[in-house]
C-alpha cells in the first residue's frame, strides 16, 4: 500500500466501522487513499450522527492485510504490535490516535520507534502500558469458584485483557476446565480439553455456589484475616497495591465494599 501525503481534514466526516482490528485497518485505508482526515472513527455506539455526517467503512480483508502488512514493511514490526495491542485498550478516542500514529510512522519510518515523546506516540505507549499493568494485577487478582467440576470467574476490566492473561492461566490449571468471564466486554476466556478460546459471550449465569464452595471461600476469608498484621494495617497502602475497582470480584474484599 503506497503513502500519499499531504492528508486533509474531513471535518464533519467520521467513519464508522465494524469494531473488528480489519476494520480499523480499512479505516486507515480509506483516509489514505482518499487523503482524508475524519473527524472521528466510532464502531457506532458513540456516533454523533446529529453533529457530524457519517460514512460507513466496509470491511475488506484485502485492503485490512495489505495495511497490516505495509505498518510491518514500510514502518516496523513493533509498530504493528504496538497498534494491535493499543486497539484492545481503553484510550479514549483510539482510533484516531492511532491513525495519526500511522501517518506519522509512514512518513519517519522506523525512526518512529525512538521518538517516545512525541504527541501522536506517547499517548499509545502509554495506553500500553496501562494495558500491560492491568492484565498483570489480574493474575493476582482473580478469584474463582467451582461450578460442578467447571472453575469460573468474573473480572470487570478496564481494557480488553483476555488475550494478555490466557498463558498464564493456561499454564497455572492446564488439568482443568474454566471460564473467565469479562463482563466489561461480554467476552470470556474458555479453556476445556487442552485448548483455549476468547468468545463473545453477551452475559453469563451462574449457579447459586455449593456448601462445599461456600466453605472454601470462607476458609479463604479466615487466610486472609489469618494473615493479616493489624499494627501495620494502612488501608491507603491497601488501596495503592490492590485497587478498589477490582474488589467486587475478589472473595476476601467484597465484604468491605
Known amino acids: 500500500m503506497s503513502y500519499k501525503a499531504n492528508i486533509t481534514g474531513g471535518e464533519s466526516l467520521v467513519y464508522l466501522y465494524d469494531g473488528s482490528l480489519p476494520g480499523f485497518y480499512c479505516c486507515v485505508y480509506e483516509s489514505i ?6 473527524a472521528g472513527i466510532s464502531d457506532g455506539e458513540e456516533a454523533q450522527t446529529i453533529m457530524f455526517e457519517d460514512f460507513f467503512i466496509h470491511t475488506d480483508e484485502r485492503k485490512a492485510y495489505r495495511v497490516k502488512r ?12 504496538l497498534i494491535e495491542t493499543v486497539f484492545l485498550s ?13 501517518l506519522l510512522g ?32 489480574l493474575t493476582g487478582f ?8 467447571i472453575l469460573a470467574a468474573t473480572i470487570t476490566p478496564k481494557n480488553f485483557v483476555l488475550p494478555f492473561i490466557a498463558r498464564h492461566f493456561v499454564r497455572r490449571f492446564n488439568t482443568e476446565r474454566f471460564i473467565i468471564y469479562d463482563k466489561t466486554h461480554r467476552h470470556a476466556l474458555i479453556y476445556q480439553d487442552g485448548r483455549a478460546q476468547v468468545l463473545r459471550m453477551d452475559s453469563i449465569n451462574l449457579p447459586a ?9 470462607e476458609l479463604w476469608k479466615g487466610f486472609y484475616k489469618a494473615i ?8 491507603k497502602c491497601r488501596m495503592t497495591h490492590m485497587p478498589k475497582r ?9 465484604e468491605f465494599l
Open 106 to 137: 509512514y512518513k519517519v519510518g522506523r525512526k518512529i520507534d525512538d521518538m517516545l515523546g512525541h504527541k501522536e506516540v506517547a499517548p499509545l505507549l502509554a495506553a500500553e502500558g496501562h494495558l500491560f499493568r492491568e492484565s498483570h494485577l
Open 246 to 254: 477490582y474488589w467486587e470480584n475478589m472473595t476476601e474484599m467484597a
Open 70 to 81: 505495509s505498518i510491518a514493511d514500510r514502518i516496523s514490526e513493533r509498530s504493528l504490535d
Open 209 to 217: 455456589p455449593t456448601e462445599t464452595e461456600k466453605g472454601y471461600r
Open 228 to 235: 493479616t498484621i493489624e499494627a501495620r494495617e494502612n488501608p
Open 90 to 102: 481503553c484510550l479514549p478516542n483510539k482510533e484516531m490516535h492511532m491513525l495519526r500514529y500511522l
Open 33 to 38: 487513499n482518499t487523503k482524508t482526515m475524519p
Open 142 to 149: 482473580i478469584r474463582f469458584s467451582e461450578y460442578d467440576g
